[in-house]
């Protein structure tokens, strides 16, 4: 089998432990099933996004030892975005949403996950009263919703299973740009999947719900082979809770500055996501061996 997967960090922060884990699923998958790495820098927030730690994801890399085949930035991808928004609109896939975050949560249910399932109040609204409202309110900050299928996707993860989920239900139509102009993760991870050609995609347990919304984006796009999905365990506590934002705000970076090496990490990270009984230093080559039994 060849194709390509991706490696996609937010340079929001330096990269930290959960970052080296879903690292080591990357390339052990991609040494597993012969695909190209590619490393994509997802700034589409460029809000939160700093060129200090864009340089610190291609350092911290280099010095942990992990070489990739290509390298994309979400923010010289303007007019690729712009190309796919068109698409969408022609379709008749997109709304302008001019809801406040205040009447998104009081108007709206809630899913059992917590996220707010947007019932498509912007979407009901006559042409007479959107109109009316551009008119009113011309230059009020709105988001741009994707109108999600009403059906249910089955999907496939290769460690998870079998998913039969509909987004509709999930989330409901959701932004594809945000409030400030900006283009939504759900919408810039779905066109550059389908542009960079990937293959697989693997990637945290915390973004599995996205699976089927991302699926329904990327078809109304015109993809019409799916992804390989494998959603990897997080890294843990020692009580089996999620690590606090505290625990991930913690960077390799300051480990390497405290003397720790690479092969310290590699042994820290595998023993927290219970794939070894120590924490024993260990190769780069040795933990990708030690995830690809695993896939
Ligand atoms: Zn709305």
């Not at 809801?99 to 009081?106: D, E, G, P, T, Y």
């Not at 740009?177 to 995609?201: L, P």
């Not at 999905?229 to 390497?256: F, G, T, W």
Request: charged share 30%; aromatic share 8%; hydrophobic share 35%.
């Amino acid at each position: 089998m060849s194709g390509k997967i991706r490696f996609a960090p937010s340079p929001t922060g330096y990269l930290h432990e959960g970052h080296l884990l879903s690292a080591l699923y990357v390339w052990a998958a991609a040494k597993k099933w012969n695909l190209k790495i590619h490393l994509r820098i997802e700034d589409h927030d460029q809000s939160r996004a700093r060129p200090a730690y864009i340089a610190g994801i291609r350092e911290d890399l280099a010095w942990l030892g992990f070489k990739y085949d290509s390298e994309s930035i979400q923010s010289a991808r303007g007019q690729v975005y712009e190309a796919a928004l068109q698409k969408l609109k022609e379709k008749s896939l997109v709304y302008p949403c001019y809801c406040s975050r205040k009447q998104l949560l009081a108007e709206n249910p809630q899913s059992e996950t917590g996220e707010i399932v947007y019932q498509g109040k912007c979407f009901y609204k006559t042409r007479e009263e959107r109109r009316e409202t551009r008119e009113i309110i011309n230059s009020a900050p709105h988001n741009l919703r994707f109108i999600v299928p009403d059906k249910f996707i089955n999907w496939h993860d290769l460690r998870l299973g079998d998913f039969h989920e509909n987004p509709k239900l999930q989330c409901g139509d959701f932004p594809i740009r945000d409030r400030d102009n900006q283009w939504t993760y759900q919408f810039a991870v779905c066109v550059d999947d389908i542009d960079e050609q990937i293959t697989h995609i693997i990637r945290g347990e915390d973004i599995r719900n996205s699976t089927a919304r991302q699926i329904a984006l990327m078809e109304a796009l015109g993809r019409t082979e799916r992804p390989i999905y494998l959603h990897h365990p997080l890294i843990v506590d020692a009580n089996n809770k999620k690590l606090s934002k505290r625990e991930l705000a913690h960077s390799l970076r300051q480990d390497k500055e405290a003397g720790i090496t690479p092969e310290m990490l590699f042994g820290r990270v595998c023993h927290k996501a219970h794939l070894t009984e120590s924490d024993a230093p260990i190769a780069l080559v040795d933990a990708i061996s030690i995830i690809m039994e695993t896939l």
